[in-house]
Nanobody, 126 residues
Framework: QVQLVESGGGLVQAGGSLRLSCAASGRTLSTYAMGWFRQAPGKEREIVAA????????YYADSVKGRFTISRDNAKNTVYLQMNSLEPEDTAVYYCAADRQYSDYVPRLRTDFGSWGQGTQVTVSS
C-alpha cells in the first residue's frame, strides 16, 4: 500500500481558488491511477476527478467540469487538484486515493481505490 498525504486545503470565499497536493511515498506513483474524492457532512463520499498512470486519460464529475483540473508529476510522486471558481457546494473533506494499475485505465469507483490519504478540509464561504 502506498502512503498518501494531502495538503493545500483551507477557507476561501466563493469564486476563489485552491490547489490541493497529494504526496506519495513507499511506492513509485507511476504505477498507480490516482483519484480525488470528497465527502461533505451527512453525505456519501463521491469522486471528484481521476487520472491514469501517466496522465493520458482523466475523468471529472459533472459538478466540477470546467472548474477543476487534475494533474500529476510522477517524477515528484505528487498529484494535484487545481480548484477554480469555488462554490459553497464544494465544501467538503477532500481525499486522495491510489489504485495500482497495469494500463492507462482511469478508475472511477470508490471501491477501485485501495490506498487513501487522511483528507484535507476545504471550506468555501458565501
Amino acid at each position: 500500500q502506498v502512503q498518501l498525504v494531502e495538503s493545500g486545503g483551507g477557507l476561501v470565499q466563493a469564486g476563489g481558488s485552491l490547489r490541493l497536493s497529494c504526496a506519495a511515498s513507499g511506492r513509485t506513483l507511476s504505477t498507480y491511477a490516482m483519484g480525488w474524492f470528497r465527502q461533505a457532512p451527512g453525505k456519501e463520499r463521491e469522486i471528484v476527478a481521476a487520472i491514469s498512470r501517466v496522465g493520458g486519460s482523466t475523468y471529472y464529475a459533472d459538478s466540477v467540469k470546467g472548474r477543476f483540473t487534475i494533474s500529476r508529476d510522477n517524477a515528484k510522486n505528487t498529484v494535484y487538484l487545481q480548484m477554480n471558481s469555488l462554490e459553497p457546494e464544494d465544501t467538503a473533506v477532500y481525499y486522495c486515493a491510489a489504485d495500482r494499475q497495469y494500463s492507462d485505465y482511469v478508475p472511477r469507483l470508490r471501491t477501485d481505490f485501495g490506498s487513501w490519504g487522511q483528507g484535507t478540509q476545504v471550506t468555501v464561504s458565501s
